[in-house]
């Protein structure tokens, strides 16, 4: 079952285990992680979600009216996790994808 992706699913402190990761691939319809998961749960360590990386997300979201920055970080975070380290493309299309959320929610508010 795909958990409901509130403030409880995606709360800045919470634990993200593979099995955690794979039903939150499921729901965002990141295809390809989910097959990465799905083929070797095992290799995937758990980490902690920390929101938007050097920046406190409260305070940001506020200033730049992006009221689902936690959303957008917690998507990056899941392609870094669980993406191909070594893919430079992939890389790029990670960087660009998060950039383009972070426009799209400050023009559209």
């Known amino acids: 079952m795909?958990?409901?992706?509130?403030?409880?699913?995606i709360k800045?402190?919470?634990?993200?285990?593979?099995e955690i990761?794979?039903?939150?691939?499921?729901?965002?319809?990141?295809g390809q992680l989910?097959?990465?998961?799905t083929e070797n749960q095992e290799a995937f360590k758990n980490w902690v979600f920390d929101g938007a990386s050097m920046i406190p997300d409260d305070i940001f979201s506020r200033v730049f009216e992006i009221p689902s920055l936690t959303e957008i970080?917690?998507?990056?975070?899941?392609?870094?996790?669980?993406?191909?380290?070594?893919?430079?493309?992939?890389?790029?299309?990670r960087i660009m994808n998060l950039n383009r959320s972070y426009l799209t929610m400050t023009h559209h508010q």
């Open 2 to 9: 795909i958990p409901k992706i509130d403030n409880k699913t």
């Open 12 to 18: 800045i402190g919470n634990e993200i285990t593979a």
């Open 21 to 30: 990761a794979l039903k939150l691939c499921k729901h965002y319809g990141f």
């Open 34 to 37: 989910v097959t990465r998961i």
């Open 73 to 93: 970080s917690l998507r990056h975070d899941l392609k870094y996790a669980y993406g191909d380290p070594d893919n430079e493309e992939e890389k790029t299309k």
